[in-house]
C-alpha cells in the first residue's frame, strides 16, 4: 500500500517560489505516476502536474504551465514540484496522488484516476 507525504508548502510573496515534495512510503514509487492536485478554499479541485513512470511523459495544467516543473528522484522515492513566479491565485492545498498505470494523460488527469492520495501541504502567496 503505497502512502505518500507531501511537504514544502508555506507562505511566498508574489513572484517567488517554492518547491514541494511527494514521497512515498510503503511501495517503490518508480512504476507509479505522480500527479498535483490544488483546491483552494471554496473552489473546485484543479489538476496541476503529472510526471510518469517515464520521466519523458509530464503533463501540466494551463494555468502553470511554463512557470512549474516536476520531477522526481526515484533513488529517493520522492517526486518535487518546483514552482516558480507564484501568484496569489496559486495559494491552494496541494496534494500528491498515485496512479498505477503509471502514466500521465489529459483524461487521467481530468478524472483524477490516482489510487492512492496524500494529506495536504498549503500554499500561501501573499505580500
Known amino acids: 500500500q503505497v502512502q505518500l507525504v507531501a511537504s514544502g508548502g508555506g507562505l511566498v510573496q508574489p513572484g517567488g517560489s517554492l518547491r514541494l515534495s511527494c514521497t512515498a512510503s510503503?511501495?517503490?514509487?518508480?512504476?507509479?505516476?505522480i500527479g498535483w492536485f490544488r483546491q483552494a478554499p471554496g473552489e473546485a479541485r484543479e489538476a496541476v502536474s503529472c510526471?510518469?513512470?517515464?520521466?519523458?511523459?509530464?503533463w501540466y495544467g494551463a494555468s502553470v504551465k511554463g512557470r512549474f516543473t516536476v520531477s522526481r528522484d526515484n533513488a529517493k522515492n520522492t517526486v518535487f514540484l518546483q514552482m516558480n513566479s507564484l501568484k496569489p491565485e496559486d495559494s491552494a492545498d496541494y496534494y500528491c496522488?498515485?496512479?498505477?498505470?503509471?502514466?500521465?494523460?489529459?483524461?487521467?488527469?481530468?478524472?483524477?484516476?490516482?489510487?492512492?492520495w496524500g494529506q495536504g501541504t498549503r500554499v500561501t502567496v501573499s505580500s
Open positions: 510503503g511501495s517503490i514509487l518508480d512504476s507509479y505516476a
Open positions: 496522488a498515485a496512479n498505477e498505470q503509471g502514466i500521465c494523460s489529459n483524461y487521467i488527469m481530468i478524472v483524477a484516476e490516482f489510487n492512492h
Open positions: 510526471i510518469g513512470s517515464s520521466t519523458t511523459n509530464s
